[in-house]
């Protein structure tokens, strides 16, 4: 059997790391949201482990809906050419927004998001990312809700991809070299 922990060279966040701050989350989000109409909604496929778990660290009436997209680049980089692959299925005019996203590495998928779903009129909208990578140009984005600042290296793990494996490891890590370079 071939262990995908075995391609991991270091751990960057720990599955309890992880578990520690997702209900550190729900709590500050539970009491920013408690008396609004609170839509989450997950930016697939990367966010889907952390908006999974954030949605029920928050004890609140809320929706949850999804959108997908694509930005364009190789399998470690993005380009800032984003196509919406799905929407979302609501109408999202009068609502409090908060986009959760797995990481905010160049922001440029993020303006993006955050221009198309702004024009559609929500009541507000705010960003929860799980990971932030440090002294990076994130294109003027600052999250109100970030989990982890991390070091300006490509992670795997919670959701987060390199050629769409790896996602279902239970931590955030980096790969080894040789996997990354093959
Ligand atoms: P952006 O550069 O902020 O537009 O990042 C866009 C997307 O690229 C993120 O939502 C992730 O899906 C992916 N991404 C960025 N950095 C990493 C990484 O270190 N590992 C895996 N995916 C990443
Ligand atoms: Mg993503």
Same mark, same amino acid.
């Given at each position: 059997m071939r262990d995908i922990k075995d391609d991991v060279d270091n751990i960057i966040v720990s599955e309890e790391e992880i578990t520690k701050k997702v209900s550190e989350l729900g709590r500050i989000l539970t009491e920013d949201y408690k008396d609004k109409q609170l839509l989450c909604i997950g930016v697939l496929k990367g966010a889907l482990m952390f908006i999974a778990d954030l949605v029920r660290a928050i004890p609140l009436p809320l929706q949850v809906d999804f959108m997908a997209v694509s930005s364009y680049g190789s399998a470690t980089r993005s380009s800032g050419i984003v196509r919406i692959l799905k929407d979302l #299925?609501? #109408?999202? @005019? =009068?609502k409090h927004i908060l986009i959760v996203e797995d990481i905010l590495d160049t922001g440029l998928t993020l303006n993006y998001l955050i221009k198309n779903l702004k024009s559609r009129q929500p009541a507000s909208l705010e960003i929860c990312s799980l990971l932030v990578k440090k #002294? %990076?140009?994130? @294109? =003027?984005i600052d999250p109100k809700y970030v989990g982890f600042t991390i070091p300006d290296m490509f992670v795997v793990g919670y959701g987060l991809d390199y050629d769409e494996n790896y996602?279902?490891? %239970?931590f955030v890590g980096e790969l080894k070299k040789e996997i990354l370079g093959s």
């Open positions: #299925d609501e #109408d999202i @005019s =009068g #002294d %990076k140009q994130t @294109s =003027g996602r279902n490891l %239970k």
